[in-house]
């Protein structure tokens, strides 16, 4: 029985730790990702979640079997096992203390016998005395007669321990043959009920071992089908078009290229796309990584993306507006019930409070007032055609931009709008990279050992410059990875 405890408790301990990893594993990959894969938008994004919580269940399921195992197998088999052994402990001192009494009896049967036997051998040499004192010719009768008598003294003296004798012997045989027929058979019968009820209790705690396993089979079975439902709900036909829809750039494909003429002469060829040439800072990745110099109004995104996170933005300013103006109403509501119960507090203690709220407010709604109209349809278009330059630069047989057909209103409107983002810095120097840098976080931007690199902004004192490569990405490196060369 104790070996099966030390068993139990051993597969106890497996499944609590096999409950625990599959807990940490569901932890560590909860939730992660970018927000695209939190936000579950895509079905095998959503899949994967479920799969992770019915995983959490099914470790559920794994502590609730370790646990009835302890409850019901090791802690109820401990208890018994402690009954049997004072239980096997009385019936051992049943079976000394029997054994004890009957070694005594046979000691007191043989000390009587050894009396009886001394007893006898006096009364046969007083006899054998007698005999000879009255054979002797020279002896008197008072002598004869004196050793017949102490002759006979001895012999009912032996013939009295002898009947003694008869008499404990027959009582050791009496108690040698309960002992031997009653007593020890009956203590046997007892330890071998005891045993029986042992085994039989060991037979049922090996069934209840099963039965743990099978009462929570039909949850992990669930469990089980959970996730294989949570894989067929996977539509990769929507995902795919949620990942074009999030990763589509909106740029028009390139038109035919033009043929130039040599017959007339050298002629340069000129076109809206030579005079109007894209802006681009670095290659332009399908799923790579994204740019980390990011300018405040997106300009530096596709502009489907810049749509995006234009619309995010206002979403995200919207949120904080009507956060901070639900602040100030609870300011000015308590500073109606401080100036209406002055003992609750002085109202001119939550001026600094409602002052700075109401400049918080203001800034926010110029933010918002500010993306919403970058957020505009002529905005984004003049945006993507990059047409807001001097009007010298396009050709006469151009159609004009639309910058050029909207009217003056909506012109200072955008103008504006413009002129309150920080105009683009010029560099101040260069430098060379000193060691290999991995720009993965945000604003960053990886270099290599050697790299020769343009300094768009000086370390501020937090350790940290912002470059422009070669390439045209732009973002911030450590200061002490490089040295200035210019």
């Not at 009364?123 to 102490?150: G, M, R, Y």
């Not at 810049?306 to 995010?312: D, H």
Request: net charge neutral; proline share 4%; charged share 30%.
């Amino acid at each position: 029985m104790d070996r099966y405890i030390k068993f139990v408790k051993e597969r106890t301990d497996i499944e609590q730790n096999y409950a625990k990893q599959l807990r940490n594993l569901t932890k560590k990959y909860n939730k992660r990702g970018n927000k695209d894969d939190q936000d579950c938008k895509y079905s095998n994004h959503a899949a994967f979640q479920e799969i992770l919580k019915e995983l959490n269940d099914y470790a559920g399921q794994r502590e609730v079997i370790a646990e009835s195992m302890t409850t019901t197998i090791c802690t109820e088999l401990i208890k018994h096992l402690q009954d049997f052994k004072v239980e096997r402990k009385n019936h051992l001192l049943d079976v000394k203390k029997a054994q004890q009494n009957l070694d005594s009896a046979f000691k007191h049967l043989e000390t009587i016998k050894k009396r009886s036997a001394k007893e006898w051998a006096e009364a046969e040499k007083a006899t054998q005395q007698a005999e000879k004192i009255e054979s002797d010719t020279n002896s008197t009768k008072p002598d004869v007669d004196k050793a017949k008598q102490h002759a006979n003294v001895r012999t009912h003296i032996a013939e009295e321990c002898r009947t003694d004798y008869a008499a404990e012997l027959q009582k050791y045989n009496k108690e040698q043959k309960s002992h031997y027929y009653s007593e020890i058979p009956q203590i046997l019968n007892k330890l071998q009920d005891m045993d029986e009820r042992r085994i039989r209790i060991l037979a049922e705690k090996y069934c209840r071992f099963s039965e743990i396993e099978k009462n929570v089979l039909s949850i992990i079975t669930k469990c089980l089908d959970g996730i294989t439902a949570a894989g067929k709900q996977i539509d990769e036909k929507k995902d795919s078009k949620l990942l074009i829809e999030q990763h589509k750039s909106g740029f028009e494909r390139p038109g035919d290229v033009e043929f130039e003429d040599y017959t007339q002469g050298v002629k340069k060829a000129i076109s809206e796309s030579s005079l109007n040439p894209p802006k681009v800072r670095g290659k332009l990745r399908l799923f790579g990584k994204k740019h980390k110099a990011q300018s405040e109004d997106f300009s530096h995104l596709p502009p489907e993306q810049r749509k995006k996170k234009l619309q995010a933005k206002i979403e995200e300013i919207s949120k904080d507006l009507q956060k901070t103006q639900d602040q100030s109403e609870a300011l000015d509501k308590m500073k109606g019930v401080y100036e209406q119960t002055p003992q609750m507090g002085d109202p001119a203690s939550l001026e600094p409070q409602i002052l700075e709220t109401s400049q918080k407010i203001n800034r926010l709604k110029g933010e918002l007032n500010k993306y919403e109209v970058l957020h505009t349809p002529a905005c984004i278009q003049i945006m993507n055609n990059q047409c807001l330059q001097p009007p010298a630069q396009i050709p006469q047989s151009a159609p004009p931009p639309l910058c050029l057909v909207l009217n003056n209103s909506d012109k200072k409107k955008i103008i504006q709008i413009f002129e309150d983002f920080d105009d683009i810095p010029s560099p101040i120097g260069h430098c060379e990279a000193l060691y290999t840098f991995q720009g993965n976080s945000e604003g960053t931007v990886s270099i290599l050992e050697g790299e020769l690199l343009t300094i768009m902004e000086n370390d501020k004192g937090d350790g940290w410059m912002r470059v422009l490569k070669g390439n045209g990405e732009e973002g911030y490196i450590p200061s002490s990875y490089v040295k200035q060369t210019a």
